[in-house]
């Protein structure tokens, strides 16, 4: 650890600003706090909103994960895990079932999460009705008279022109039947994991300067329709490094002559799977 | 139904020491159309948007259908008015989303009120796209592709997908060639009849007045002036400004 740093980069106060915002974002499930945000040392859109919590929860005991679009090797996670190691000097791990706090752009891990583990995502548009109300006053009514009616609109829209719900991100979900909410840009593969998850979830938002929180074992409903209910997205064949066929795959473009292979999105859970076959031989 | 759906009493809406509506008292009743007729300044657009709670009057009161509106909650008003209460814009890109299609337009307040079967929705949303006579084949169109007559159609079809008992108007039959005007108004009269719509339209022509309403109130700064039915007010006029009024109308 670094000195000349306050514990966690934030100065004491700050983190005492954060956590009354994340409390009472707790206490009312996908409502979305204002806090007062900071800058950091990143730009806007590269985390800053998921950092500030991360850094506003972070204890000396805690083993911090970061991943990016699922990948615990990408530019974005290693620098934000460098960054708390070096501010912080907590421990960091690769490993999902060994986190206690993930931070995550993109992706909610395959393993299942278990209770005491903290998720913190980075939200870039924490408004789910911004797409048609530009208007900050009227949407904050809307959320308080609960008229979310234009909401399916856009779901309408999808099956109007396509057929088919094509929202493949930033699936609108409902949240214990109260709150609509953006669960930030995860694939809707990944909905069904926020929903009644052991873990607690947390969002923030640094530009727009928005917190918001799922608590463990919240009801989570992604928005649809009777005749053309929600479904996840799937793959006609299995990742091409494990195995698998049951977790999100990334499609990776191999030369350029079109080879293409399907690889595991989520890196620690791929490599677990390598490991337990290598070990299994 | 016993009363009146609606009644308004001694309603003001004070801007500062102005008084665009200065005490005005109405009352509607279930399939009547009543006219609101006056010229631009004399309140009839602020009176409406009191009515429908788009601002808050400064005194007096709004009673739907036994409820007083006024001393409602935000939520329960903006709700009551948002289920039973429809407001035609007098620009329809006011009452429309541009960037949503013609079927969703329509069917953005039925899901409002729970609606989740899209089949449903989108057979309902093409019976009002044929009731206003707009081709099923337009139902996946934006309405910033529709001609203006066609945009207020569509308004039309959207406000009262709901089922509305009380539709307010504001100069429906604004900024619209006068064929298309004609055709609007020999639509919307069909509808009201047809419906059973309680209607308040405001409107400066009076041709629209004399085709809609039963019942006309004629309005001068924020006082209305004069009452009764439309053929009465219209063919002998009583007050002095509802005999300019009249008689400011070209005979072609």
């Not at chain 1, 499930?29 to 007062?36: E, I, S």
């Not at chain 1, 895990?81 to 891990?109: M, N, W």
């Not at chain 2, 948007?49 to 739907?64: D, K, M, N, Q």
């Not at chain 2, 089922?163 to 619209?176: H, I, R, S």
């Amino acid at each position: 650890m670094s000195s000349g740093y306050n514990f966690a980069y934030l100065d004491e106060p700050t983190k005492r600003m954060l956590r009354r915002s994340l409390l009472k974002a707790v206490a009312i499930p996908g409502y979305q706090v204002p806090f007062a945000s900071r800058e950091m040392p990143l730009p806007f859109g590269w985390g800053t909103g998921g950092i500030q919590v991360t850094a506003a929860i972070l204890g000396r005991d805690d083993r911090l994960k970061v991943i990016d679009q699922g990948a615990d090797d990408t530019t974005n996670a290693v620098s934000i895990r460098d960054f708390f190691a070096k501010t912080a000097g907590v421990a960091t791990t690769l490993s999902t079932r060994d986190a206690t706090v993930i931070q995550t752009r993109h992706r909610i891990p395959e393993t299942p999460l278990q209770h005491g583990q903290i998720m913190v995502f980075q939200v870039p548009i924490p408004e789910p009705l911004r797409w048609l109300e530009p208007r900050e006053t009227e949407t904050r009514r809307m959320h308080a008279f609960a008229d979310y009616g234009a909401m399916h609109l856009k779901l309408y829209e999808d099956v109007a022109r396509y057929g088919r719900i094509t929202t493949a991100y930033d699936y609108p979900v409902l949240v214990a039947g109260r709150y609509l909410m953006r669960p930030s840009p995860i694939p809707r593969f990944d909905n069904p994991k926020l929903d009644a998850s052991p873990a607690l979830m947390l969002f923030g938002a640094g530009r727009e300067k928005r917190i918001y929180a799922v608590p463990p074992y919240t009801s989570v409903k992604s928005l649809d329709f009777e005749d053309h209910p929600f479904t996840i997205e799937s793959w006609d064949r299995p990742c091409a490094r494990c195995g698998a066929a049951d977790s999100y795959l990334d499609e990776i473009i191999t030369d350029d002559r079109g080879g293409r292979r399907f690889v595991c999105s989520d890196t620690d859970h791929c490599n677990q799977r390598l490991d337990a076959k290598e070990k299994a031989a | 139904m016993s009363g009146p759906i609606l009644e308004v009493r001694d309603l003001e809406k004070r801007y500062g020491a102005r008084r665009a509506v200065a005490g005005v008292s109405l009352d509607v009743w279930p399939g009547e159309v009543l006219g609101i007729v006056g010229e631009s300044g004399s309140g009839k657009t602020t009176l409406l948007s009191a009515i429908a709670g788009r601002v808050a009057p400064s005194a007096g009161s709004v009673t739907y259908d036994g409820r007083d509106l006024t001393e409602l909650a935000d939520v329960d008003r903006s709700r009551l008015i948002g289920d039973k209460i429809g407001f035609v814009h007098q620009n329809p890109r006011d009452g429309l989303r541009l960037n949503v299609s013609a079927g969703g337009n329509v069917a953005e307040k039925l899901m409002a009120a729970g609606a989740r079967n899209y089949g449903a929705l989108r057979e309902t949303a093409c019976r009002w796209l044929d009731r206003v006579e707009i081709g099923r084949d337009r139902v996946d169109d934006h309405p910033s592709k529709f001609s203006g007559g066609m945009q207020q159609r569509l308004q039309i079809a959207r406000v009262l997908a709901t089922q509305p008992q009380l539709v307010l108007m504001d100069e429906p039959t604004g900024g619209l060639d006068v064929s298309v005007q004609a055709k609007l108004l020999d639509l919307l009269r069909g509808l009201v009849d047809e419906l059973g719509l309680a209607v308040v339209v405001v409107t400066h022509d009076l041709g629209v007045a004399r085709l809609l309403a039963h019942r006309l109130l004629v309005m001068k700064d924020g006082l209305v002036v004069e009452h009764g039915l439309t053929d009465q007010v219209l063919d002998d006029p009583a007050h002095a400004y509802t005999q300019l009024l009249v008689s400011s109308v070209l005979q072609v």
